[in-house]
């Protein structure tokens, strides 16, 4: 039931031309292949599941092979494209493109390390696209219909619509459950801009599509999604315009995160309109005119292609929830309980579908939490994960746990150690210098509260941090821990040496003296 | 600048001051007693620069720089017009709910630039009303019309409309699209604005404004020094120029078991440390070569200088250690750090003096320059003119340092001392 577009339900892009779809090759078929094989005959099973799966997507297929390796009769159910948005428009496309984008980026800035610039830097979009479409298809295989089949689990192609209680149906198939797990995901939130739906957009459903790269694209929104592929398309040669409602980028970020990141993207190039809303669009043949609004002045700019990533909404339509007594609302999706448990007791959700942070690990973690509390009675809380993210920009934005506002906000006292990356040998040599990481402890203790990275490889340096927070290490014992020398992730031992240096009080400074004295 | 080091701290501070104090002198438009925003001809005024133009003048008066009489007659024709001009909600009026436009026309008053109604450009603006009605405490006819102005222009401030109808401040307003919708996030100069409204005996803000306020501060550990953090060095200062924060504590200061005034001397040490670590190899930086903050830059563009991708900023808030940082400094915030870090702050006023006389002219420090981005001599480019909010500042920190004259007349304020307190302060001079 993941939202995908790779050739049933593409999304509009253009009112003008046709919707827009990956090309049929070799590498889009062989994915196919994995992700809803054409001849794939959905399983014939009369009696009860122990557990039936309602999309295919990060939440799903961990829930489903988890149940099924613990011996539950499961069934997985997917409408389109097995995989979800990870796979098929979200995080592995995305990520593959922001890889030759990087270096593409590097290229152009070789001196920088000392090395030449090569002379002429062509861009092949059509190779940076097959790149990405051949990586989806070999990460495809690892969760292809067939091998889940193999893993004990009885994969079903088709819409899912409760019909009671206790019961699914599914291609004209009524399949009874003891407990089901509702993991359909989200799908991009349409802008209510007047205009936009006649002109055309992307969105992360179709953007992946595109065979040729924009003269002039628009983006709107200045969230993950926005900044990532803004920050990508510029580096392939795109004049990217960027539009963010808010004053800075990622709102939700520390504002020196934004600000860091707001830095590298016009660094990069990228045409910066924050405090600007997008109020109409209009079509001068094939080019689309963009009128915004920024502090009352309107301005217009004429784009190729707008990309809308303002953010996404569940996926809850068309599955009868009302007939499983399942509440949900459409804006922030399945109502559940801490124990990811809906209103109906039989019946769980994970993921984008229920949760505020729609993130693939987020999915997965839920999954893993509601199949343990519905098969065996566990009590496991979600309130009680720790959830680490990133956005994939460059440099990388990762942060975890509480930020200082958040803190404030509950009135506990707070005290951040910051190490900036220009301090971190490695960084240095690698010439990785933009960022910081910044950890925030309770004040008077080394309890590590959260903490925020800006470095080329945040999304690798905030795992150490989560496990520190995980289980409980504080900036004391994290200030004892070996680093390698030279790693960019010894910048979270410097913030803990930091600490200890604190620790050193005047008193205490004066009876060492008197102790070396003697 | 040769006979530079033969001078004692004080001559130089004093020949530094009276320079930046002519600014106000030369850019007053004696028909409304506005002041240029900066001294580029065509210039609007900025009200900030009028705040601390009215907060200069008993500087003048003090030094010997200008007559008593002179100094109250220009306060005076600034105050009427500040009274009498036009606060319709039209789109060319002076004002709106008490509270002013960003940029005048220097010669008709009337909003220009489309510019916003600013919270904190009134705020430095009615700063310095209130220093002027605490200097001019004499019972003649002028200074008593002061006095009377100066009631009149705060108690038409409507504080309460400056939340619409959020918990904190907005940053502004426009007559073509209502306010700016974003507000104060984080520590920044709004200090004084809030102790100004929470003080207003007409339209006071709520003591809760205050609390979401600081709500959003960031308590940071950075180079070793625990300080308060925001990035440009000039917020720093601003509020301080007028409030003696040493030894007072709101709610988190006391938590934290400092004061603002520390905390801008940490910041300053911090701006020091920065620059002698210099991560981005700019040219000149080392540890009397610092001041990064909002100014003037050499433009939006990029250039390759000594092999390495340089890019410049036009006018913008440069901060530290986050940047944006494009190797411009200013050496009137360095003056201005003078009453918390004087050591650090004639160390590098002399060094300026001495590495970089070509961009001091006639004792006047300019907005800001760059080694980096080549010029005529070794200050690389410079910023032409000069700006009143520089200046400004720079008289009014010399002189605190010298004299204390500005934070003792606002501790003379009635407003300044029960806007303190409904905001959470308490001990030191507040007991």
């Given at each position: 039931?993941?939202n995908?577009?790779?050739?049933?339900?593409?999304?509009?892009?253009?009112?003008?031309?046709?919707?827009?779809?990956?090309?049929?090759?070799?590498?889009?078929?062989?994915?196919?292949?994995d992700?809803?094989?054409?001849?794939?005959?959905?399983?014939?099973?009369?009696?009860?599941?122990n557990?039936?799966?309602?999309?295919?997507?990060?939440?799903?297929?961990?829930?489903?092979?988890?149940?099924?390796?613990?011996?539950?009769?499961?069934?997985?159910?997917?409408?389109?494209?097995?995989?979800?948005?990870?796979?098929?428009?979200?995080c592995?496309?995305?990520?593959a493109?922001?890889?030759?984008?990087?270096?593409?980026?590097?290229?152009?800035?070789?001196?920088?390390?000392?090395?030449?610039?090569?002379?002429?830097?062509?861009?092949?979009?059509?190779?940076?696209?097959?790149?990405?479409q051949?990586?989806?298809?070999?990460?495809?295989?690892?969760?292809?219909?067939?091998?889940?089949?193999?893993?004990?689990?009885?994969?079903?192609?088709?819409?899912?619509?409760?019909?009671?209680?206790?019961?699914?149906?599914?291609?004209?198939?009524?399949?009874?459950?003891?407990?089901?797990?509702?993991?359909?995901?989200a799908?991009?939130?349409?802008?209510?801009?007047?205009?936009?739906?006649?002109?055309?957009?992307?969105?992360?459903?179709?953007?992946?599509?595109?065979?040729?790269?924009?003269?002039?694209?628009?983006?709107?929104?200045?969230?993950?999604?926005?900044?990532?592929?803004?920050?990508a398309?510029?580096?392939?040669?795109?004049?990217?315009?960027?539009?963010?409602?808010?004053?800075?980028?990622?709102?939700?970020?520390?504002?020196?995160?934004?600000?860091?990141?707001?830095?590298?993207?016009?660094?990069?190039?990228?045409?910066?309109?924050?405090?600007?809303?997008?109020?109409?669009?209009?079509?001068?043949?094939?080019?689309?005119?963009?009128?915004?609004v920024?502090?009352?002045?309107?301005?217009?700019?004429?784009?190729?292609?707008?990309?809308?990533?303002?953010?996404?909404?569940?996926?809850?339509?068309?599955?009868?929830?009302?007939?499983?007594?399942?509440?949900?609302?459409?804006?922030?999706?399945?109502?559940?309980?801490?124990?990811?448990?809906?209103?109906?007791r039989?019946?769980?959700?994970?993921?984008?579908?229920?949760?505020?942070?729609?993130?693939?690990?987020?999915?997965?973690a839920?999954?893993?939490?509601?199949?343990?509390?519905?098969?065996?009675l566990?009590?496991?809380?979600?309130?009680a994960?720790?959830?680490?993210?990133?956005?994939?920009?460059?440099?990388?934005i990762?942060?975890?746990?509480?930020?200082?506002?958040?803190?404030?906000?509950?009135?506990i006292?707070?005290?951040?150690f910051?190490?900036?990356?220009?301090?971190?040998d490695r960084?240095?040599?690698?010439?990785?210098?933009?960022?910081?990481?910044?950890?925030?402890?309770?004040?008077g203790?080394?309890?590590?509260?959260?903490?925020?990275?800006?470095?080329?490889?945040?999304?690798?340096?905030?795992?150490?941090?989560?496990?520190?927070?995980?289980?409980?290490?504080?900036?004391?014992?994290?200030a004892?821990?070996?680093?390698?020398?030279?790693?960019?992730?010894?910048?979270?031992?410097?913030?803990?040496?930091?600490?200890?240096?604190?620790?050193?009080t005047?008193?205490?400074?004066?009876?060492?003296?008197?102790?070396?004295?003697? | 600048?040769?006979?530079?080091?033969?001078?004692?701290?004080?001559?130089?501070?004093?020949?530094?001051?009276?320079?930046?104090?002519?600014?106000?002198?030369?850019?007053?438009?004696?028909?409304?007693?506005?002041?240029?925003?900066?001294?580029?001809?065509?210039?609007?005024?900025?009200?900030?620069?009028?705040?601390?133009?009215?907060?200069?003048?008993?500087?003048?008066?003090?030094?010997?720089?200008?007559?008593?009489?002179?100094?109250?007659?220009?306060?005076?024709v600034?105050?009427?017009?500040?009274?009498?001009?036009?606060?319709?909600?039209?789109?060319?009026?002076?004002?709106?709910?008490g509270?002013?436009?960003?940029?005048?026309?220097?010669?008709?008053?009337?909003?220009?630039?489309?510019?916003?109604?600013?919270?904190?450009?009134?705020?430095?603006?009615?700063?310095?009303?209130?220093?002027?009605?605490?200097?001019?405490?004499?019972?003649?006819?002028?200074?008593?019309?002061?006095?009377?102005?100066?009631?009149?222009?705060?108690?038409?401030i409507?504080?309460?409309?400056?939340?619409?109808?959020?918990?904190?401040v907005?940053?502004?307003?426009?007559?073509?699209?209502?306010?700016?919708?974003?507000?104060?996030?984080?520590?920044?100069?709004?200090?004084?604005?809030?102790?100004?409204?929470?003080?207003?005996?007409?339209?006071?803000?709520?003591?809760h404004?205050?609390?979401?306020?600081?709500?959003?501060?960031?308590?940071?550990?950075?180079?070793?020094?625990?300080?308060?953090?925001?990035?440009?060095?000039?917020?720093?200062?601003?509020?301080?120029?007028?409030?003696?924060?040493?030894?007072?504590?709101?709610?988190?200061?006391?938590?934290?078991?400092?004061?603002?005034?520390?905390?801008?001397?940490?910041?300053?040490?911090?701006?020091?440390e920065?620059?002698?670590?210099?991560?981005?190899?700019?040219?000149?930086?080392n540890?009397?070569?610092?001041?990064?903050?909002a100014?003037?830059?050499?433009?939006?563009?990029?250039?390759?200088?000594?092999?390495?991708?340089?890019?410049?900023?036009?006018?913008?808030?440069?901060?530290?250690?986050?940047?944006?940082?494009?190797?411009?400094?200013?050496?009137?915030?360095?003056?201005?750090?003078?009453?918390?870090?004087?050591?650090?702050?004639?160390s590098?006023?002399?060094?300026?003096?001495?590495?970089?006389?070509?961009?001091?002219?006639?004792?006047?420090?300019?907005?800001?320059f760059n080694?980096?981005?080549?010029?005529?001599?070794?200050?690389?480019?410079?910023?032409?003119?000069?700006?009143?909010?520089?200046?400004?500042?720079?008289?009014?920190?010399?002189?605190?340092?010298?004299?204390?004259?500005?934070?003792?007349?606002?501790?003379?304020c009635?407003?300044?001392?029960?806007?303190?307190?409904?905001?959470?302060?308490?001990?030191?001079?507040?007991?």
């Open positions: 039931m993941t995908s577009s790779l050739q049933q339900e593409p999304a509009t892009r253009n009112g003008q031309s046709p919707p827009s779809a990956p090309p049929d090759d070799r590498f889009h078929r062989a994915l196919l292949h992700v809803h094989p054409a001849a794939w005959r959905n399983p014939k099973f009369a009696g009860k599941y557990l039936i799966v309602i999309g295919a997507g990060p939440g799903g297929i961990t829930a489903a092979r988890e149940a099924a390796a613990l011996g539950a009769k499961v069934a997985l159910i997917e409408r389109n494209f097995i995989g979800g948005d990870r796979l098929n428009v979200g592995v496309p995305s990520k493109i922001i890889r030759t984008a990087r270096l593409y980026a590097e290229m152009r800035n070789a001196d920088s390390v000392g090395a030449q610039v090569p002379g002429r830097i062509g861009i092949g979009f059509a190779t940076v696209m097959e790149r990405m051949r990586i989806q298809a070999r990460l495809s295989r690892a969760d292809s219909a067939q091998r889940l089949s193999e893993a004990g689990v009885d994969v079903y192609f088709g819409e899912a619509r409760f019909a009671g209680s206790d019961t699914v149906e599914v291609a004209g198939d009524k399949l009874r459950f003891r407990k089901a797990l509702i993991a359909t995901g799908r991009p939130l349409t802008p209510p801009i007047p205009g936009l739906a006649k002109a055309g957009y992307l969105t992360n459903e179709n953007v992946f599509n595109l065979t040729e790269c924009p003269r002039r694209l628009l983006v709107i929104g200045g969230g993950p999604l926005g900044c990532e592929l803004a920050q398309f510029c580096r392939f040669g795109s004049h990217v315009i960027i539009a963010q409602d808010d004053p800075t980028f990622l709102p939700k970020e520390e504002r020196d995160a934004a600000q860091v990141l707001s830095d590298a993207l016009a660094r990069d190039g990228v045409e910066i309109h924050l405090n600007t809303t997008v109020v109409g669009v209009r079509l001068d043949g094939t080019r689309k005119i963009v009128d915004l920024c502090a009352g002045n309107t301005f217009s700019v004429s784009v190729d292609e707008i990309l809308a990533g303002i953010g996404r909404m569940p996926i809850v339509e068309g599955m009868n929830l009302e007939s499983a007594g399942v509440r949900y609302d459409t804006k922030t999706g399945i109502h559940i309980n801490d124990f990811l448990q809906t209103s109906n039989r019946i769980y959700a994970a993921g984008d579908v229920c949760l505020e942070y729609k993130f693939t690990h987020v999915a997965e839920s999954a893993h939490i509601a199949v343990r509390n519905a098969l065996f566990g009590r496991k809380r979600l309130s994960l720790t959830i680490p993210w990133c956005t994939y920009t460059d440099p990388e990762a942060h975890i746990g509480l930020y200082v506002r958040e803190a404030r906000e509950k009135d006292p707070i005290r951040t910051t190490v900036l990356m220009h301090d971190v960084a240095v040599t690698d010439g990785e210098e933009e960022g910081f990481v910044k950890i925030h402890v309770r004040d203790t080394d309890r590590i509260l959260g903490a925020t990275v800006v470095a080329r490889h945040a999304g690798e340096m905030i795992n150490g941090l989560s496990l520190a927070i995980t289980s409980g290490i504080g900036l004391r014992a994290l004892r821990v070996i680093h390698t020398y030279p790693t960019q992730a010894e910048a979270i031992k410097m913030a803990a040496d930091a600490y200890n240096r604190t620790r050193l005047p008193t205490l400074k004066s009876l060492t003296k008197r102790w070396l004295a003697w | 600048m040769a006979e530079l080091s033969a001078q004692s701290d004080e001559e130089l501070l004093d020949r530094f001051q009276r320079a930046a104090f002519g600014y106000f002198l030369e850019q007053y438009n004696p028909e409304n007693g506005l002041v240029a925003d900066r001294s580029r001809a065509g210039a609007p005024a900025s009200i900030a620069v009028v705040g601390f133009a009215l907060s200069c003048y008993p500087v003048g008066v003090e030094r010997g720089w200008m007559t008593r009489a002179d100094a109250a007659a220009r306060t005076l600034t105050l009427r017009f500040f009274c009498n001009s036009s606060q319709s909600g039209q789109t060319d009026a002076t004002g709106y709910k509270f002013y436009y960003h940029f005048l026309d220097m010669k008709t008053g009337r909003r220009v630039w489309q510019s916003e109604v600013s919270l904190i450009d009134t705020t430095l603006l009615l700063a310095g009303v209130l220093t002027a009605s605490a200097y001019f405490d004499a019972d003649t006819p002028s200074e008593n019309e002061i006095r009377e102005r100066a009631e009149a222009i705060y108690r038409r409507d504080w309460q409309w400056a939340r619409g109808g959020a918990a904190t907005r940053q502004g307003w426009k007559p073509e699209s209502g306010f700016i919708h974003y507000g104060w996030d984080g520590y920044d100069e709004a200090i004084i604005l809030y102790v100004l409204g929470l003080a207003s005996p007409t339209h006071p803000l709520p003591e404004s205050y609390i979401g306020w600081t709500a959003t501060y960031q308590w940071e550990n950075i180079y070793d020094y625990e300080f308060l953090y925001a990035g440009p060095l000039f917020i720093h200062h601003y509020s301080q120029a007028w409030i003696d924060f040493a030894g007072i504590r709101d709610r988190f200061m006391r938590e934290k078991k400092s004061d603002y005034f520390e905390n801008s001397r940490r910041a300053t040490y911090i701006q020091r920065y620059a002698r670590r210099n991560p981005f190899s700019f040219k000149g930086y540890k009397d070569c610092w001041g990064i903050t100014n003037d830059g050499p433009g939006f563009k990029i250039q390759k200088i000594d092999g390495r991708k340089r890019r410049f900023l036009g006018y913008a808030a440069r901060g530290v250690p986050y940047g944006p940082d494009d190797g411009t400094i200013n050496p009137c915030a360095v003056l201005a750090s003078l009453p918390f870090a004087p050591e650090l702050s004639l590098a006023l002399r060094h300026f003096c001495a590495r970089y006389p070509e961009m001091i002219r006639e004792w006047k420090l300019p907005s800001s080694p980096t981005l080549p010029g005529d001599g070794p200050s690389g480019w410079v910023s032409e003119g000069y700006f009143g909010l520089d200046q400004g500042i720079m008289v009014l920190m010399i002189e605190n340092y010298r004299s204390r004259l500005i934070w003792n007349l606002m501790r003379q009635p407003y300044v001392g029960s806007g303190l307190r409904r905001a959470g302060f308490t001990g030191g001079w507040l007991s």
